[in-house]
């Protein structure tokens, strides 16, 4: 915890699926560091990468995973552009409730994006499964590509 940073508590959803106790859409995983899709996608395509060590957010981060987070950053983002064959990306990270952020381990979204389509709303609704394991599927042949 730092001086404006809340403790960290190993409850939040992505502290479980890191534990392996609920399910993800895993697209990548190293030693420091895990991506997945986002389960209420604000685009085709969209993951999510956070670190494995415990994180509310950027402010309590090690600089050390934060450098992690970033190299997986950018090697996932080239295959989420590469499979979806996107025009750009957009990458994103909430802090706090006030910040716009709702689950409390530090994670970065990145959505792939087509010229003159719009995000959808965030939390907007939950992705079928069955097309969110075929978006993860996508993204690691073009991780091994
Ligand atoms: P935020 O904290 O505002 O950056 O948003 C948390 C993000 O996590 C949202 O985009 C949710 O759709 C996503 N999310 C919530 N639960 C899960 C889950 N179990 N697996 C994957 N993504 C999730």
Excluded at 62 to 83: E, F, I, M
Excluded at 117 to 141: S, T, W
């Amino acid at each position: 915890m730092t001086a404006d940073t809340p403790a960290y508590d190993p409850g939040n959803i992505f502290a479980k699926i890191l534990r392996g106790e609920i399910p993800a859409q895993t697209v990548y995983e190293d030693a420091d560091t895990l991506a997945f899709m986002d389960v209420m996608p604000q685009g085709e395509g969209h993951t999510l990468v956070i670190p494995k060590a415990p994180a509310r957010g950027l402010l309590d981060a090690d600089p050390a995973s934060l450098a992690a987070v970033t190299a997986t950053l950018q090697r996932v983002g080239r295959a989420v552009k590469a499979a979806f064959d996107a025009d750009g990306l957009t990458v994103f990270q909430y802090n706090e409730p006030a910040g716009g952020q709702t689950v409390f381990h530090l994670h970065f979204h990145i959505v792939p994006r087509r010229e003159g389509v719009p995000l959808k709303r965030h939390e907007g609704g939950m992705a079928d499964p069955e097309v969110l394991a075929k978006h993860a599927a996508r993204i690691r042949a073009a991780l091994e590509a």
